[in-house]
Protein backbone atom coordinates (compact mmCIF):
# COMPACT_ATOMS: atom_id res chain seq x y z
CA UNK A 1 0.00 0.00 0.00
CA UNK A 2 2.88 2.42 0.66
CA UNK A 3 4.45 1.84 -2.32
CA UNK A 4 0.80 1.85 -4.40
CA UNK A 5 1.15 5.88 -4.11
CA UNK A 6 4.39 5.76 -5.86
CA UNK A 7 5.41 3.47 -8.73
CA UNK A 8 3.33 1.17 -11.08
CA UNK A 9 6.23 -1.04 -11.00
CA UNK A 10 6.44 -1.59 -7.27
CA UNK A 11 2.11 -1.58 -6.89
CA UNK A 12 2.50 -4.21 -9.57
CA UNK A 13 4.94 -6.22 -7.49
CA UNK A 14 2.42 -5.56 -3.97
CA UNK A 15 -0.06 -7.28 -6.05
CA UNK A 16 1.90 -10.24 -7.42
CA UNK A 17 3.20 -10.55 -3.86
CA UNK A 18 -0.39 -10.27 -2.67
CA UNK A 19 -1.79 -12.37 -4.37
CA UNK A 20 1.17 -15.30 -4.28
CA UNK A 21 0.26 -15.15 -0.72
CA UNK A 22 -3.76 -15.49 -1.12
CA UNK A 23 -3.62 -18.18 -3.23
CA UNK A 24 -0.83 -20.76 -2.24
CA UNK A 25 -1.69 -23.53 -0.42
CA UNK A 26 -5.64 -23.43 -0.31
CA UNK A 27 -8.80 -24.58 -2.25
CA UNK A 28 -9.91 -21.83 -4.89
CA UNK A 29 -13.06 -21.35 -2.31
CA UNK A 30 -11.04 -20.67 0.87
CA UNK A 31 -8.72 -18.97 -1.22
CA UNK A 32 -11.37 -16.67 -2.37
CA UNK A 33 -12.81 -16.39 1.33
CA UNK A 34 -9.36 -15.80 2.77
CA UNK A 35 -8.59 -12.89 0.52
CA UNK A 36 -11.90 -10.82 0.41
CA UNK A 37 -11.54 -9.34 3.42
CA UNK A 38 -7.91 -8.37 3.04
CA UNK A 39 -9.37 -6.30 -0.42
CA UNK A 40 -11.76 -4.94 1.92
CA UNK A 41 -9.75 -3.45 3.96
CA UNK A 42 -7.28 -2.43 1.08
CA UNK A 43 -10.16 -0.39 -0.40
CA UNK A 44 -11.25 1.28 2.54
CA UNK A 45 -7.81 2.36 3.53
CA UNK A 46 -7.57 3.67 0.35
CA UNK A 47 -10.45 6.05 0.91
CA UNK A 48 -9.58 6.61 4.10
CA UNK A 49 -6.27 8.59 2.72
CA UNK A 50 -7.86 9.78 -0.31
CA UNK A 51 -10.11 11.74 1.62
CA UNK A 52 -7.75 12.98 4.43
CA UNK A 53 -5.12 14.05 1.77
CA UNK A 54 -7.65 14.65 -0.98
CA UNK A 55 -5.09 13.15 -3.62
CA UNK A 56 -4.33 9.25 -3.54
CA UNK A 57 -0.98 10.29 -5.46
CA UNK A 58 0.77 11.73 -2.58
CA UNK A 59 3.84 14.40 -3.66
CA UNK A 60 4.53 14.95 -6.98
CA UNK A 61 7.77 16.47 -8.52
CA UNK A 62 6.22 19.95 -8.94
CA UNK A 63 5.32 20.22 -5.36
CA UNK A 64 7.88 19.15 -3.21
CA UNK A 65 11.24 20.38 -2.13
CA UNK A 66 14.24 19.05 -5.01
CA UNK A 67 16.61 18.62 -2.17
CA UNK A 68 17.73 17.69 1.14
CA UNK A 69 20.94 19.58 3.38
CA UNK A 70 24.11 18.34 3.35
CA UNK A 71 24.06 16.97 6.77
CA UNK A 72 20.45 15.13 5.85
CA UNK A 73 22.23 13.82 2.88
CA UNK A 74 24.62 12.39 4.96
CA UNK A 75 22.16 10.68 7.89
CA UNK A 76 20.57 9.06 4.89
CA UNK A 77 23.76 7.67 3.75
CA UNK A 78 24.25 6.18 6.62
CA UNK A 79 21.15 5.03 7.23
CA UNK A 80 20.66 3.61 3.27
CA UNK A 81 23.36 3.34 1.99
CA UNK A 82 21.03 2.19 -1.89
CA UNK A 83 20.05 6.14 -2.20
CA UNK A 84 24.15 7.10 -2.96
CA UNK A 85 24.86 3.95 -4.68
CA UNK A 86 21.23 4.87 -6.97
CA UNK A 87 23.54 8.25 -7.32
CA UNK A 88 26.72 6.74 -8.31
CA UNK A 89 25.10 4.69 -10.92
CA UNK A 90 22.97 8.00 -12.66
CA UNK A 91 24.96 10.98 -11.56
CA UNK A 92 23.52 12.69 -14.12
CA UNK A 93 20.53 12.41 -12.74
CA UNK A 94 19.21 15.02 -9.76
CA UNK A 95 17.66 13.55 -6.62
CA UNK A 96 16.56 14.70 -3.48
CA UNK A 97 20.23 13.96 -1.95
CA UNK A 98 23.01 16.28 -3.04
CA UNK A 99 26.33 14.68 -4.22
CA UNK A 100 28.56 14.41 -1.32
CA UNK A 101 32.52 15.22 -0.58
CA UNK A 102 34.64 12.42 -1.17
CA UNK A 103 35.54 11.80 2.66
CA UNK A 104 31.81 11.42 3.68
CA UNK A 105 31.90 8.56 0.66
CA UNK A 106 34.22 6.52 3.08
CA UNK A 107 32.04 6.81 5.79
CA UNK A 108 29.01 5.88 3.27
CA UNK A 109 30.88 2.80 1.93
CA UNK A 110 31.50 2.17 5.68
CA UNK A 111 27.82 1.90 6.54
CA UNK A 112 27.05 -0.45 3.41
CA UNK A 113 29.52 -2.58 4.52
CA UNK A 114 28.16 -3.01 8.09
CA UNK A 115 24.41 -4.00 6.79
CA UNK A 116 25.74 -6.23 3.96
CA UNK A 117 26.90 -7.95 7.04
CA UNK A 118 24.17 -7.53 9.31
CA UNK A 119 22.04 -8.75 6.41
CA UNK A 120 24.59 -12.14 5.61
CA UNK A 121 24.17 -12.91 9.32
CA UNK A 122 20.59 -12.30 9.08
CA UNK A 123 20.26 -14.91 6.23
CA UNK A 124 22.93 -17.44 7.80
CA UNK A 125 20.60 -17.90 11.19
CA UNK A 126 17.45 -16.97 9.86
CA UNK A 127 16.08 -15.48 12.38
CA UNK A 128 13.38 -12.46 13.31
CA UNK A 129 15.45 -11.42 16.41
CA UNK A 130 18.22 -10.56 13.27
CA UNK A 131 16.01 -9.66 11.17
CA UNK A 132 14.99 -6.73 13.22
CA UNK A 133 18.39 -4.89 13.67
CA UNK A 134 18.64 -4.89 9.88
CA UNK A 135 14.86 -3.43 9.55
CA UNK A 136 16.05 -0.88 11.61
CA UNK A 137 18.99 -0.03 10.20
CA UNK A 138 17.84 -0.05 6.42
CA UNK A 139 14.58 1.71 7.44
CA UNK A 140 16.48 4.24 9.67
CA UNK A 141 15.97 6.98 6.93
CA UNK A 142 12.17 7.42 8.81
CA UNK A 143 13.33 9.76 11.76
CA UNK A 144 14.96 12.50 8.83
CA UNK A 145 11.44 11.98 6.56
CA UNK A 146 8.76 12.58 8.79
CA UNK A 147 7.34 15.45 6.94
CA UNK A 148 9.28 14.54 3.53
CA UNK A 149 8.04 10.42 3.22
CA UNK A 150 6.36 11.09 0.29
CA UNK A 151 8.80 12.60 -1.51
CA UNK A 152 10.83 9.34 -0.74
CA UNK A 153 7.83 7.64 -2.32
CA UNK A 154 7.35 10.17 -5.25
CA UNK A 155 10.80 10.53 -6.53
CA UNK A 156 12.92 8.81 -9.14
CA UNK A 157 13.34 5.28 -8.02
CA UNK A 158 13.50 6.75 -3.98
CA UNK A 159 10.94 4.35 -2.85
CA UNK A 160 13.70 1.77 -3.03
CA UNK A 161 15.23 3.52 0.35
CA UNK A 162 11.97 2.52 2.13
CA UNK A 163 12.23 -1.33 1.26
CA UNK A 164 13.85 -1.33 5.17
CA UNK A 165 10.50 0.48 6.60
CA UNK A 166 7.83 -0.97 4.91
CA UNK A 167 9.50 -4.63 5.81
CA UNK A 168 9.65 -2.86 9.38
CA UNK A 169 5.46 -1.96 8.94
CA UNK A 170 4.69 -5.15 7.66
CA UNK A 171 6.38 -6.81 10.39
CA UNK A 172 4.91 -4.60 12.90
CA UNK A 173 1.68 -5.12 11.06
CA UNK A 174 1.42 -9.26 11.67
CA UNK A 175 2.84 -8.86 15.18
CA UNK A 176 -0.08 -6.74 15.68
CA UNK A 177 -2.50 -8.53 14.24
CA UNK A 178 -1.33 -11.84 15.67
CA UNK A 179 -1.79 -10.07 18.92
CA UNK A 180 -5.08 -8.37 18.62
CA UNK A 181 -6.40 -7.27 15.25
CA UNK A 182 -8.58 -4.20 16.62
CA UNK A 183 -4.18 -2.93 17.08
CA UNK A 184 -3.27 -3.79 14.11
CA UNK A 185 -5.95 -2.10 12.18
CA UNK A 186 -5.22 0.68 14.26
CA UNK A 187 -1.35 1.11 13.19
CA UNK A 188 -2.63 0.68 9.46
CA UNK A 189 -4.67 3.67 9.64
CA UNK A 190 -1.76 5.75 11.43
CA UNK A 191 0.36 5.00 8.65
CA UNK A 192 -2.47 6.35 6.09
CA UNK A 193 -2.52 9.22 8.58
CA UNK A 194 1.49 9.98 8.07
CA UNK A 195 1.02 9.89 4.74
CA UNK A 196 -1.72 11.72 4.50
CA UNK A 197 -0.41 14.66 6.52
CA UNK A 198 3.00 14.67 4.51
CA UNK A 199 1.10 15.66 1.14
CA UNK A 200 -1.32 18.21 3.33
CA UNK A 201 1.92 20.09 4.45
CA UNK A 202 3.86 19.79 1.05
CA UNK A 203 0.65 21.10 -0.87
CA UNK A 204 -0.05 24.02 1.73
CA UNK A 205 3.69 24.88 2.19
CA UNK A 206 5.75 24.28 -0.78
CA UNK A 207 4.22 26.69 -3.20
CA UNK A 208 6.89 29.33 -4.20
CA UNK A 209 8.80 27.46 -6.72
CA UNK A 210 11.77 30.21 -5.94
CA UNK A 211 11.75 29.59 -2.65
CA UNK A 212 12.32 25.87 -3.64
CA UNK A 213 14.77 26.30 -6.11
CA UNK A 214 16.71 29.02 -4.23
CA UNK A 215 16.65 26.13 -0.95
CA UNK A 216 17.48 23.34 -3.37
CA UNK A 217 20.74 25.59 -4.74
CA UNK A 218 22.12 26.42 -1.32
CA UNK A 219 21.71 22.47 -0.24
CA UNK A 220 22.92 21.24 -3.74
CA UNK A 221 25.54 24.15 -5.19
CA UNK A 222 27.53 21.56 -7.09
CA UNK A 223 24.16 19.97 -9.02
CA UNK A 224 23.78 22.48 -12.50
CA UNK A 225 19.60 21.49 -12.50
CA UNK A 226 18.28 23.80 -9.80
CA UNK A 227 20.46 26.38 -10.60
CA UNK A 228 18.96 26.37 -14.09
CA UNK A 229 15.50 25.66 -12.72
CA UNK A 230 16.27 28.76 -10.79
CA UNK A 231 17.76 30.98 -13.59
CA UNK A 232 14.45 30.12 -15.47
CA UNK A 233 12.30 31.55 -12.97
CA UNK A 234 14.11 34.18 -11.73
CA UNK A 235 13.73 35.20 -16.34
CA UNK A 236 10.25 35.55 -15.72
CA UNK A 237 10.49 37.57 -12.80
CA UNK A 238 11.93 40.25 -14.35
CA UNK A 239 15.67 39.24 -12.01
CA UNK A 240 17.92 39.60 -15.25
CA UNK A 241 20.97 40.15 -13.08
CA UNK A 242 20.44 37.04 -10.99
CA UNK A 243 19.10 35.09 -13.73
CA UNK A 244 22.67 35.40 -15.72
CA UNK A 245 24.29 34.44 -12.48
CA UNK A 246 22.52 31.02 -12.13
CA UNK A 247 22.56 30.19 -15.84
CA UNK A 248 26.18 31.18 -16.29
CA UNK A 249 26.71 29.06 -12.93
CA UNK A 250 24.89 25.98 -14.76
CA UNK A 251 27.35 26.18 -18.02
CA UNK A 252 30.69 26.31 -15.54
CA UNK A 253 29.69 22.98 -14.12
CA UNK A 254 28.15 21.53 -17.14
CA UNK A 255 29.50 23.29 -20.34
CA UNK A 256 27.11 20.98 -22.75
CA UNK A 257 24.02 21.63 -20.82
CA UNK A 258 22.17 23.26 -23.82
CA UNK A 259 19.15 24.01 -22.06
CA UNK A 260 20.84 26.44 -19.90
CA UNK A 261 22.71 28.20 -23.05
CA UNK A 262 19.26 28.39 -24.63
CA UNK A 263 17.74 30.00 -21.62
CA UNK A 264 20.80 32.49 -21.25
CA UNK A 265 20.69 33.06 -25.44
CA UNK A 266 17.15 33.80 -24.73
CA UNK A 267 17.89 36.25 -21.71
CA UNK A 268 20.30 37.98 -23.69
CA UNK A 269 17.88 38.25 -26.64
CA UNK A 270 15.39 40.24 -24.45
CA UNK A 271 17.92 42.33 -23.12
CA UNK A 272 18.73 43.50 -26.46
CA UNK A 273 22.66 42.26 -26.24
CA UNK A 274 22.30 40.47 -29.64
CA UNK A 275 25.85 39.03 -31.04
CA UNK A 276 26.33 37.24 -26.76
CA UNK A 277 22.92 35.78 -27.63
CA UNK A 278 23.68 34.62 -30.70
CA UNK A 279 27.37 32.96 -29.72
CA UNK A 280 24.76 30.95 -26.78
CA UNK A 281 22.00 29.91 -29.67
CA UNK A 282 25.17 28.68 -31.93
CA UNK A 283 26.34 26.58 -29.39
CA UNK A 284 23.11 25.55 -28.79
CA UNK A 285 23.14 24.29 -32.41
CA UNK A 286 26.40 22.80 -32.50
CA UNK A 287 26.07 20.71 -29.08
CA UNK A 288 22.13 19.04 -30.29
CA UNK A 289 21.83 19.66 -34.52
CA UNK A 290 18.55 17.75 -34.48
CA UNK A 291 17.05 20.56 -32.26
CA UNK A 292 14.63 22.70 -34.57
CA UNK A 293 14.12 25.21 -31.53
CA UNK A 294 17.69 26.10 -30.93
CA UNK A 295 17.90 26.23 -35.47
CA UNK A 296 15.03 28.90 -34.88
CA UNK A 297 16.70 30.82 -32.17
CA UNK A 298 19.32 31.37 -33.96
CA UNK A 299 18.31 32.09 -37.36
CA UNK A 300 16.25 34.50 -35.52
CA UNK A 301 19.00 36.51 -33.77
CA UNK A 302 20.93 36.67 -36.94
CA UNK A 303 18.34 37.99 -39.01
CA UNK A 304 17.60 40.63 -36.66
CA UNK A 305 21.75 41.57 -36.90
CA UNK A 306 21.54 41.66 -40.87
CA UNK A 307 23.98 38.66 -40.91
CA UNK A 308 22.06 37.74 -43.88
CA UNK A 309 25.40 35.07 -45.50
CA UNK A 310 24.82 31.44 -45.53
CA UNK A 311 21.27 31.36 -44.07
CA UNK A 312 20.42 29.64 -46.88
CA UNK A 313 21.86 26.25 -46.13
CA UNK A 314 20.53 27.09 -42.45
CA UNK A 315 16.86 27.33 -43.54
CA UNK A 316 16.91 24.30 -45.64
CA UNK A 317 18.34 22.52 -42.58
CA UNK A 318 15.29 23.69 -40.76
CA UNK A 319 12.92 22.49 -43.62
CA UNK A 320 14.01 19.50 -42.77
CA UNK A 321 13.98 19.29 -38.86
CA UNK A 322 10.82 21.39 -38.31
CA UNK A 323 7.43 20.44 -38.19
CA UNK A 324 5.36 22.00 -41.42
CA UNK A 325 3.05 23.84 -39.41
CA UNK A 326 5.62 25.97 -36.98
CA UNK A 327 4.50 29.74 -37.11
CA UNK A 328 7.96 30.33 -36.55
CA UNK A 329 9.04 28.51 -39.73
CA UNK A 330 7.07 30.81 -42.03
CA UNK A 331 8.01 33.73 -40.44
CA UNK A 332 11.78 33.51 -40.93
CA UNK A 333 11.55 32.38 -44.35
CA UNK A 334 9.22 35.33 -45.26
CA UNK A 335 11.84 37.99 -43.47
CA UNK A 336 14.58 36.44 -45.16
CA UNK A 337 13.07 36.38 -48.35
CA UNK A 338 12.53 40.65 -47.54
CA UNK A 339 16.35 40.71 -46.82
CA UNK A 340 17.47 38.88 -50.17
CA UNK A 341 15.17 41.20 -51.83
CA UNK A 342 16.49 44.33 -50.60
CA UNK A 343 19.74 43.15 -51.95
CA UNK A 344 18.27 41.83 -54.68
CA UNK A 345 18.85 38.04 -54.52
CA UNK A 346 15.77 36.15 -53.41
CA UNK A 347 16.38 32.95 -51.76
CA UNK A 348 13.46 30.23 -52.82
CA UNK A 349 13.76 27.06 -50.97
CA UNK A 350 14.12 23.43 -52.19
CA UNK A 351 11.09 20.94 -52.56
Not at 55 to 84: E, F, K
Not at 168 to 186: E, N, P
Request: charged fraction near 20%.
Amino acid sequence: LLALFSKIDAASLVLVIACWLFFSGLETRQKLLRAIPFFVLAAVFIVFYKFVSGSLLGAVQDNMIPVHSRGTSVLAGISSPWIYLIKMFYPWHLTIFPALPKPEWLLLMLSLTGYILVLLTAARWRTLKLWLPLVWYFGAVLPLALMRLNILLAWHRGYISLLGLCLGAGLALDFLVRKTKVMGIVFLFLLALLLAATSIFQSRTWQDPVRLWTEAVTYAPDEHVPHHFLGTLLIGRGETAQAEKELLTVIKLDPEFVDARNSLGALYFQEGELFRARDQFEECVRLDPENYIYLENLLIVRLKLLQIGGLDKMIERLLQIAPADDPKLLQIIDRYEELRAATGDDFTPEE
